[in-house]
């Protein structure tokens, strides 16, 4: 109990914290690196009634000036010439908006959570390890005393 009552929380927290922070960071990068964008839909993307999203050509212009070109996942049924906001990296390349602190916290929570349930159930099995080992012993010390004692129990019923 004092393994559960010390442990679990120091696990849990240190797990949670620790979860959070490299979030955290790996947010920080991200934001650094990438920007938002308005971007014009060039091609027409088709009313699939199988994927909520499509791949699709649109085209933006850089903040110095250059136009680039590239391809990212449209709602279906999106018309050409709609316009829609994308995040790009520091080479231009399409990527995924940065990680966002909620996502940052869900993760150190789960993390958190995880290493709790983690440290009850390593518990856990470690008592019923101990308690099957110590049945064991005691199982093998009453079969010993009983090899004993079963002989002078059982002549008395062989008159």
């Given amino acids: 109990m004092l393994v559960l009552a010390v442990g679990l929380p120091?696990?849990?927290v240190g797990?949670?914290?620790t979860a959070y922070g490299s979030t955290m960071r790996t947010a920080h990068a991200q934001t650094a690196q990438r920007h938002e964008v308005t971007?014009?839909?060039?091609?027409?993307v088709a009313d699939d009634r199988g994927a909520a999203r499509q791949p699709a050509e649109v085209r933006w212009?850089?903040?110095n000036g250059t136009v680039r070109t590239g391809t990212t996942l449209v709602r279906t049924g999106t018309p050409k010439g709609d316009i829609l906001?994308?995040?790009v990296d520091r080479e231009g390349t399409i990527t995924g908006p940065p990680v966002t602190a909620t996502t940052a916290w869900?993760?150190?929570f789960f993390t958190g959570g995880?290493?709790?349930?983690?440290?009850?159930?390593g518990v856990c099995a470690v008592r019923a390890g101990v308690g099957l080992v110590l049945d064991r012993r005691r199982?093998?010390?009453?079969?010993?005393?009983w090899d004993l004692v079963e002989p002078q129990w059982s002549a008395r019923f062989r008159r």
């Fill in 61 to 63: 212009t850089e903040q």
């Fill in 114 to 121: 995880m290493a709790a349930l983690g440290m009850v159930v």
């Fill in 85 to 87: 906001r994308i995040w």
């Fill in 15 to 17: 797990a949670g914290m």
């Fill in 139 to 145: 199982f093998a010390q009453w079969d010993a005393e």
């Fill in 106 to 108: 869900s993760n150190g």
């Fill in 39 to 44: 971007a014009r839909l060039t091609s027409a």
């Fill in 10 to 12: 120091l696990a849990a």
